[in-house]
DNA sequence: TAGGCCATCTGGTCCT
DNA sequence: AGGACCAGATGGCCTA
């Protein structure tokens, strides 16, 4: 392909105004010369062009299924891939330490008990949206420990 | 307008 | 040979 480039349209790149293979390699195939050998070629790309979009739909596909089962306090915005990676390793990791924490504690009362007694007997609020007056941050984040802003790049 | 996020194209590498 | 996966490049969209 590289043999092509001159008559291969810089604007192939960032096409998803103008999706599904328009110009590049096919476009390319048809006008150089040797066009007969390119021509298969250009298939082959477009086939893997088309191969690509359909692997990273179920990425993305993926993405939003992790979405849905992740907390994400109330944000409005939804997360990125970045965030919600983030957030996934952060809930899993704190659902982990609560079953360690469940397994520790003989009855599932006494575990309760543990997390939700400064909730008050008579109004116990799910945990991951509970928060007590004064508190910034709901019960869940605060246990979670996840803040989209704060986190770095691991190194 | 700059910066963040994203979709797509592309070429390289590895695997079957 | 062809498919899957990956990373770099590029351009569009959106928001502060």
Same mark, same amino acid.
């Given at each position: 392909?590289? *043999?092509?480039?001159?008559?291969?349209?810089?604007?192939?790149?960032? #096409?998803?105004?103008?999706?599904?293979?328009?110009?590049?390699?096919?476009?390319?195939?048809? %006008?150089?010369?040797?066009?007969?050998?390119?021509?298969?070629?250009?298939?082959?790309? $477009?086939?893997?062009?088309?191969?690509?979009?359909?692997?990273?739909?179920? $990425?993305? %596909?993926?993405?939003?299924? $992790?979405?849905?089962?992740?907390?994400?306090?109330?944000?409005?915005?939804?997360?990125?891939?970045?965030? %919600?990676?983030?957030?996934? $390793? *952060?809930?899993?990791?704190?659902?982990?330490?609560?079953?360690?924490? #469940?397994?520790?504690?003989? *009855?599932?009362?006494?575990?309760?008990?543990?997390?939700?007694?400064?909730?008050?007997?008579?109004?116990?609020?799910?945990?991951?949206?509970?928060?007590?007056?004064?508190?910034?941050?709901?019960?869940?984040?605060?246990?979670?420990?996840?803040?989209?802003?704060?986190?770095?790049?691991?190194?």
């Amino acid at each position: 392909m590289k *043999s092509c480039k001159p008559c291969n349209p810089p604007a192939a790149a960032g #096409a998803r105004a103008a999706p599904p293979c328009t110009g590049g390699a096919a476009e390319c195939a048809g %006008t150089c010369a040797g066009a007969g050998r390119l021509e298969s070629a250009a298939r082959r790309r $477009l086939a893997a062009n088309a191969r690509e979009r359909r692997r990273m739909q179920g $990425l993305n %596909t993926a993405f939003d299924r $992790l979405r849905r089962v992740v907390p994400q306090w109330g944000q409005d915005k939804k997360l990125s891939k970045y965030e %919600t990676l983030q957030m996934a $390793l *952060s809930y899993i990791m704190a659902l982990t330490r609560i079953l360690a924490e #469940a397994e520790r504690f003989g *009855s599932e009362r006494d575990w309760v008990n543990l997390h939700c007694e400064h909730f008050g007997r008579d109004h116990y609020l799910p945990f991951a949206g509970a928060k007590l007056p004064g508190e910034s941050e709901p019960y869940g984040q605060r246990l979670f420990g996840f803040q989209p802003e704060s986190f770095q790049m691991a190194s």
